[in-house]
């Protein structure tokens, strides 16, 4: 689109500089190379030549701000997983004879190979370590491995939700694979967000095998008005959330919000302070399902 509208404007432009040096071929009697070549330096000189390579140059594809979805990752081992080892046209190392449980340090121990660590990586990853491994022993010993049973997920769940903390998710094999937790349903695990989160940049920190953390940001509002289900960033073991605190409370998205089912329980009570003109200022505790105005004793006198 904007290559159409670039192009647009040049030749506009271009047609522009044509004109001008045609009534200056026909009223000075130049030879169309001479007016050209002055009116191409006059142009060049000009500020507003400036500005418009100005537009032209930040309107560019490369410059232009990419707005990616968050993108799902491959399930990587750790400790505890239980796992099926398949060598092709070796029975005596496959299907049930196959079957590891990942120990704490992330690591197999193996007939042959002795100790492999895996941790870290995606199920085709460590088919092919094994198969390099497996490669002084057996010709084109091409492995496969299958997740039986995966471990149970630790997720940290701090800022601006009812209860933060560590939650750990058991998880069960079920028929077609296995069902994985989103962040929504981890949010109601930590009984939901609170009024003043920013739902628009929720983050996820997700280890990575380099030691290094990687940062993604998920906006909760689009999920919740599109029903964009990218946003609904599905979560491994050892990830972080983070709910920042909303700087300026938009009250309309605020009550929108007070409907999900990843927010708070509407009838827990809040903690309120109320100053000023009434007859019992302080600090009172207020459910959700209260309607009475009155806790404070009503306004004062000079209110």
């Known amino acids: 689109m904007f290559a159409l509208v670039k192009l647009a404007v040049v030749s506009s432009y271009s047609s522009y500089i044509s004109g001008v040096c045609q009534v200056i071929s026909t009223n000075l009697r130049l030879t169309p190379s001479i007016p050209v070549a002055l009116l191409t330096f006059v142009l060049a000189a000009s500020p507003a030549f400036g500005k418009l390579q100005g537009v032209l140059a930040q309107g560019s594809p490369s410059n232009l701000a990419r707005s990616t979805a968050p993108q799902e990752s491959s399930y990587t081992l750790g400790a505890g997983d239980r796992i099926q080892i398949d060598i092709f046209d070796v029975p005596e190392y496959s299907n049930e004879n196959g079957r590891y449980q990942v120990l704490v340090d992330g690591s197999l121990n193996l007939p042959l190979v002795g100790t492999v660590s895996v941790k870290g990586l995606s199920l085709k990853q460590a088919g092919a370590l094994l198969s390099a491994k497996y490669n002084r022993y057996y010709k084109r010993p091409y492995t496969t491995v299958s997740l039986l049973a995966p471990r149970p997920l630790v997720i940290t769940i701090a800022g601006e939700v009812s209860r933060p903390g560590s939650y750990p998710i058991a998880l069960s094999a079920q028929e077609g694979g296995t069902q994985f937790p989103t962040l929504t349903s981890a949010l109601k695990q930590a009984g939901g967000i609170t009024q003043a989160a920013n739902v628009h940049q929720v983050q996820v920190r997700r280890p990575q095998l380099n ?40 009250l309309a998205e605020s009550v929108q919000l007070a409907d999900a089912n990843f927010a708070a329980d509407k009838a827990q009570p809040i903690n309120i302070a109320i100053v000023g003109e009434v007859y019992r200022p302080g600090s009172y505790v207020v459910a959700g399902n209260n309607s009475r105005t009155g806790e404070a004793g009503g306004t004062g006198q000079t209110s």
């Open 211 to 250: 030691g290094s953390d990687q940062l993604v940001t998920v906006d909760l509002w689009q999920f919740f008005q599109t029903g964009d289900r990218s946003q609904d960033l599905t979560l491994r073991d050892g990830d972080s959330i983070m709910i920042p605190t909303a700087t300026n409370i938009n």
